[in-house]
């Protein structure tokens, strides 16, 4: 086959419920069942306020995303929205920034899903375990895309299923006492110990600005577009219900969590099923093996996350290589419509990012973890500035009465308001995560640096004309 003859295009092959659990399943991570007591250290109970302002920072993000890709559902999401918005610059930074944090996110993953294995078979060496885990995502990207959406379906079905449950059991403890034999538990928890924000209003900001990593995973959404059977219809759907999923789930999750047992006996997590504060509802039910329970649901939130990190990445350096920002052979479709070139680059980026988790994770893996960190604020304020753009651009072609698919509401003060919390956010890391600035100023460098050079050694052609889509049944 000539290389002129071979696709490039994706398939449109995810359903509408595919897309609505990649959505969600971005934001529903190890972080919300493992992780959520270090950020309850910050504020106490009063981290319930903290989820609810890092949400709605990061839902204004997502309404963002959706507005600009129902309108244009093209391979590389935003990113390609940025290139034509802002500038080659702009798509450079929007779709290789986006690459790399989630690919970085991938090694962390597949290494904790090693670990939670560890928990069954203790005599499973991590690397081999890492080795096992990552095989299995790759072969799900490797293959079509209509298998890929089915599993990060089940995936994810699993997770709230999972959250659900916990959900449930835990107001039925606190409200009726059952089905626990120690009786109603009640709300004295909120309030002791410090009372319901014993670190003041403080807490709660720092609380919110860990919790915002949280939702780190929403901007999958417009990564999925492009494959989306009906992206005008699904985009605003899946955006519209995880709206109130994500908040119902971490709200009510947190609430349940330092109700059911005084916050400073919250243990943060360390990779451990036993210390995750979830195990303690299903403890105090009465669930002799709550520890297996919970180990089983970590390692499939590892693994959905890796599987959805993946997928997001290799269709944003498919984007890239597409204009020319990326090795050709990685714009390549197969005739299942995954881009298997992308894949493999994507491969490679998380076996290093997975080999020096592994091979010192002390120091290695922190820093990884402070460039995704940065990586995940950068991804926000491109966005936001790329709707900017976007919005001045659609109203300049259309009437007042004329609105997207999705619609964004209190722009542009809502855009600035994000970008100045994202900034916020960012200096307070100093003082929550050096290591974010340790690495993420020299990764933010490396950023423009590349482009410069890449810009002078090339000539690089401007970017893919975005498409509009005009109705539901126009396909790739």
């Not at 970085?104 to 885990?133: D, I, K, M, R």
């Not at 403080?202 to 577009?225: P, Q, R």
């Not at 916050?263 to 360390?270: E, I, P, R």
């Not at 120091?363 to 919005?391: D, E």
């Amino acid at each position: 086959m000539t290389e002129k003859s071979r696709s490039t295009h994706l398939k449109r092959r995810l359903t509408s419920p595919q897309v609505a659990m990649i959505a969600l399943s971005g934001a529903l991570g190890t972080g919300l069942f493992l992780g959520s007591g270090s950020t309850i250290s910050f504020a106490g109970p009063a981290t319930i306020i903290s989820y609810v302002l890092a949400g709605s920072l990061a839902l204004t993000v997502v309404f963002a995303l959706a507005e600009m890709v129902s309108v244009h559902p093209v391979p590389g999401g935003h990113g390609a929205i940025a290139a034509e918005h802002l500038g080659k610059l702009g798509g450079y930074i929007a779709r290789w920034n986006f690459s790399v944090t989630w690919l970085t996110a991938v090694g962390a993953e597949v290494t904790a899903t090693a670990t939670y294995l560890q928990h069954w078979f203790p005599n499973l060496s991590l690397g081999l375990g890492t080795v096992l885990c990552s095989l299995f995502i790759i072969g799900l990207n490797m293959a079509t895309v209509r298998l890929y959406g089915s599993s990060e379906y089940w995936f994810s079905m699993i997770k709230v299923t999972a959250i659900v449950v916990f959900i449930l059991l835990g107001l039925s403890v606190i409200f009726f006492g059952w089905p626990s034999p120690h009786g109603a538990i009640g709300f004295s928890n909120l309030s002791a110990h410090g009372g319901f924000a014993p670190m003041g209003v403080t807490g709660i900001l720092l609380a919110a600005c860990m919790a915002v990593f949280s939702f780190g995973g929403i901007e999958n959404v417009s990564v999925s577009a492009a494959e989306s059977e009906h992206p005008e219809r699904d985009i605003p759907r899946a955006t519209s219900t995880m709206i109130w999923r994500l908040l119902i789930f971490y709200v009510l999750a947190t609430f349940v969590i330092v109700t059911l047992q005084p916050w400073t006996a919250t243990v943060a997590a360390s990779g451990n099923a036993d210390s995750s504060p979830f195990v303690v509802v299903l403890e105090l039910v009465g669930i002799p093996i709550a520890g297996h329970i919970m180990n089983a649901i970590l390692i499939v939130a590892a693994l959905s996350a890796a599987n959805g990190c993946l997928y997001a990445a290799s269709r944003m350096i498919h984007s890239l290589a597409t204009d020319g920002m990326a090795p050709h052979f990685a714009a390549y479709t197969s005739k299942q419509g995954a881009p298997r070139g992308a894949v493999i680059i994507a491969t490679i980026c998380f076996v290093i990012a997975s080999a020096l988790s592994i091979l010192s994770p002390d120091k290695a893996f922190m820093y990884l973890y402070g460039c995704a960190t940065v990586g995940i604020l950068i991804n926000w304020v491109v966005i936001m500035l790329t709707h900017l753009r976007f919005r001045a651009h659609w109203k300049q072609q259309h009437t007042d009465d004329e609105r997207p698919p999705a619609f964004l509401r209190g722009a542009p003060v809502i855009n600035i308001v994000v970008i100045v919390a994202s900034a916020a956010i960012f200096i307070t890391l100093l003082k929550l995560m050096p290591v974010a600035w340790i690495a993420g100023i020299p990764y933010i460098c490396i950023l423009f640096i590349s482009f410069a050079i890449l810009h002078k050694v090339r000539d690089l052609p401007d970017p893919q004309p975005l498409v509009k889509l005009q109705n539901s049944s126009e396909r790739n």
